[in-house]
């Protein structure tokens, strides 16, 4: 009896960039697996045997996209609140397909059993703000750090949405959203 083909990562790659792309492009709905697997050269039984289904290779792009950016979280988190914000920013700016499909709505289409988490991605922003709020409850410190994460995701998506006439600063817009948030978390916590 014949072995069946073993894939390797470096496959696993090719499917999940290609795919990324496609749904960038056409939408979850919209996009073909049999393009996707043409473009990573290989077949639909490939990602199959790789991904289970066709919602499990959605779901593994992007909790692709959400360990990729965890990871970016993770390496900052050690240089500070500015920091974690410019580690969000740089992520984006050199990841704006994976960047839309975490927050552009791909995740509500991927069935609940396989919606990835990004509790990781989040975890370096909550511990920081944890420290530099060590008497804030647990409920103010979420809040902070959805507010701190709101305002650094809509500095990070219009820029990448290019909604502002040519010649926008962005380096100087995002260096005054991480000085207004450091001044907000410098007042006391409710």
């Known amino acids: ?3 069946p083909p073993v894939y390797d990562d470096a496959l696993r790659t090719r499917v999940l960039t290609e795919t990324a792309e496609a749904i960038d492009a056409h939408g979850v709905d919209g996009f073909s ?4 697997t043409s473009a990573a050269h290989t077949s639909t039984s490939a990602v199959y045997a790789l991904f289970g289904s066709r919602d499990g290779l959605v779901a593994a792009v992007i909790d692709d996209a959400f360990a990729s950016f965890g990871a970016a979280q993770h390496a900052a988190e050690t240089e500070g609140l500015a920091a974690l914000g410019w580690a969000y920013r740089d992520w984006a700016l050199a990841n704006p397909v ?3 499909l975490m927050f552009g709505g791909a995740l509500l289409a991927c069935a609940p059993e396989d919606v990835p988490s990004s509790d990781g991605a989040i975890l370096p922003l909550m511990r920081t703000v944890t420290a530099l709020l060590p008497r804030a409850s647990e409920t103010v410190v979420r809040t902070r750090v959805l507010a701190i994460w709101a305002q650094v995701h809509g500095a990070v998506s219009l820029q990448l949405a290019g909604v502002m006439p040519d010649g926008t600063d962005w380096h100087a817009v995002f260096e005054s959203v991480v000085a207004t948030i450091a001044r907000d978390l410098a007042r006391p916590a409710c």
């Open 33 to 36: 697996l049999r393009a996707v």
């Open 98 to 100: 994976r960047y839309r």
């Open 1 to 3: 009896m014949a072995r």
